[in-house]
């Protein structure tokens, strides 16, 4: 079983930076793929980021490309989401997962743990 805590959220403005980190905790951190999520107001939960076990490979939604940048470091059991140039459409509970496969997905489906979320919110 795996435990995933996300920080790094807050209130910023359009153009403005954040970085989210997610610690993981009792599971093999550094087989897995992780992933990011976000889910808007009203909205259904969509995919961010993904990356590989080994970092080979990097997975990104069209909306967020060239502005936002998934790594991880598996000596720390931590994935990070670097977020620039911030628009207020990103505003969103950004969630943290831990897939079930080494390679990145887009869908759900491949991801078994999840953490609690962290807000972004972006004012115009």
């Known amino acids: 079983q795996g435990q995933l805590v996300e920080s790094g959220g807050g209130l910023v403005q359009a153009g403005d930076s954040l970085r989210l980190s997610c610690v993981v905790s009792?599971?093999?951190?550094?087989?897995?793929?992780m992933g990011w999520f976000r889910q808007a107001p009203g909205k259904e939960r969509e995919f961010v980021a993904a990356?590989?076990?080994?970092?080979?490979?990097?997975y990104y939604a069209d909306s967020v490309k060239g502005r936002f940048t998934i790594s991880r470091d598996n000596g720390k059991n931590t994935v990070y989401l670097q977020m620039n140039s911030l628009r207020p459409e990103d505003t969103a509970l950004y969630y943290c997962?831990?897939?079930?496969?080494?390679?990145?997905?887009?869908?759900?489906?491949?991801?078994?743990?999840w953490g609690q979320g962290t807000q972004v919110t972006v004012s115009s």
């Open positions: 997962a831990a897939s079930i496969r080494s390679l990145g997905s887009d869908s759900e489906l491949e991801y078994a743990y």
């Open positions: 990356i590989t076990w080994n970092s080979n490979t990097l």
């Open positions: 009792g599971r093999a951190f550094s087989s897995y793929a």
